[in-house]
């Protein structure tokens, strides 16, 4: 008698490799372009499986961005735990927030769903995106102000700001269609005009914010 052994791969496993196949997917074919069927085809399951871990090709798109953020967040935590000062702490956040946005999987993915006209879900990223980093923001910003380094008094008002400039870069950042700045000098300006902005912005000393040139 012969039995057929199923593998059950660890549910945590399994999520990460359809976040990776349809994060491959959307880079490759578009969001679009891609569905569910080309998804769990690339991963070799059932569309059932699918829809255990997640709602809709939506929901995954969602999940894919938040892990990038989280990532984003562990990395400034760790930065933190080493008892940096808050200056070096904001410098890092906003650095790897706009790198995220711009150069990594979630910015690319970005410029694929703006192409696409995907207007409402671009702005739905967005804004998980900003809730996500809120609270590691918000802790570097109390400890700013404690140590009389930053100058903030409405938080969530300063948070819809940072917003704003943020945007502001990235869309200055990108004037072809589609495409990134290439001229380093350009990218420098712009960069040199958020660090001013933020700096008010926060109330912190003129020239503390440097924001780096990520001109491949």
């Known amino acids: 008698m012969f039995f057929i052994i199923r593998i059950t791969k660890d549910p945590e496993i399994r999520q990460a490799e359809l976040m990776d196949a349809a994060q491959e997917l959307f880079m490759m074919l578009g969001y679009q372009q891609t569905t569910v069927s080309t998804i769990v085809k ?16 939506e929901a995954i798109l969602e999940a894919i961005f938040a892990r990038h953020v989280t990532n984003m967040i562990l990395e400034v935590q760790a930065f933190y735990s080493e008892q940096n000062s808050v200056l070096e702490k904001l410098q890092l956040f906003f650095n790897l927030f706009y790198k ?13 769903l703006y192409k696409e006209k995907q207007g409402p879900l671009i702005n739905k990223l967005w804004r998980q995106m900003l809730f996500i980093t809120k609270p590691i923001l918000r802790r ?4 700013g102000n404690q140590e009389g380094l930053t100058n903030v008094i409405h938080m969530d008002e300063t948070f819809s700001f940072f917003a704003g400039i943020m945007g502001a870069l990235l869309e200055s950042s990108s004037p072809l269609e589609f495409g990134h700045e290439v001229d380093p000098i350009i990218v420098k300006n712009k960069l040199k005009i958020a660090e001013k902005l933020i700096e008010n912005l926060l109330g912190a000393p003129v020239g503390s914010i440097h924001l780096e040139t990520l001109v491949p």
């Open 140 to 143: 570097i910003l109390e400890q």
């Open 42 to 57: 690339k991963v070799g399951v059932a569309q059932g499986t699918f829809y255990y871990y997640f709602a809709s090709k």
């Open 100 to 112: 995220l946005c711009y150069y990594d999987q979630p910015g690319l993915i970005g410029k694929i």
